[in-house]
């Protein structure tokens, strides 16, 4: 696989805004850090992920304030500022019309109306795709293996971990498998059957796939190999869960385990983490959902 590396320093730009999302960014201060003129950044940058930089930003800061403000009992204005912007009203207003709902009635159940609105986008996705085989099977495969939950989920404090990363965005379903094994095609022999790991910045309720951004990341301490960058898996407490089959879902934890307690809550400062390692056919893997104490 042929890798861009005027693309890799756009993404190295998406790195450092996940770092530092409440930051007052403008739009030549991220322009600077690309080494690009400010139009050729905005053009550069709508070609790689089918938004402006400003838009960019102005999303994974509401993504980001929606799970904090689903999961957490912070205050909205709090929450506001810690997200990046300026005023009350200004976090209200935006948040409305991404959402459909003020944060308030968000943390509401509000956010179950838009999670009914994502799930009927997803469907319109499978059905408009002419290649997608759909998801019936899969879910079925991995009801059969899914393990009991209350039992099997533990939180344990992981630390931090070297990692190889690579992003795309918009891509899902068997688009997303092509590019992870023309990424995989791309690691040194040495690497041959990695420890992997799909890296998830956002709810996984609140966003279809083809708005996404999609983070791959292989464990490792070594240099990356051209085309992919340098980054970290931040430590701290998961909800963990270990599974052997075809895959397992974030929902069985939520609904199984978070909801059904008042001990932890979701960290939403930290991704969720799906780690796997691939055993013939099958996946022995671990999902990781950030938490801290309620």
Known sequence: MEFDPRQLRLLAVCRQLDFRLAEPWRLDDLARLACYSRDHFERMFGDLTGHTPIDYLRRRRLL?????VRHEQTGLLQIAHESGFSSDSVFSRNFRQAFGCSPRDWRAEG???FHLAIQARWRRLHESDPDDIGDEALLAALEVHKPDIP?????????????????AFGLWGNRAGT??????ASLPVAAASPLCCGITREDPAFIAGDEGVQDWAIISDAPPPPGWLADRLPGGY?????????GAQFRWLYAEWLEQQSLWTVDARRPHLGLWREQGEMLDGELRIPVRRA
């Open 238 to 246: 998961y909800l963990c869960l270990r599974y052997r089959g075809p």
């Open 151 to 167: 039992r099997q989920a533990r939180v344990r404090y992981c630390r931090p971990q070297p990692v190889w990363l690579a992003r």
């Open 111 to 113: 956010w179950r109306d």
């Open 64 to 68: 980001q304030a929606a799970l904090r």
């Open 179 to 184: 590019h992870w094994l023309q990424l995989a």
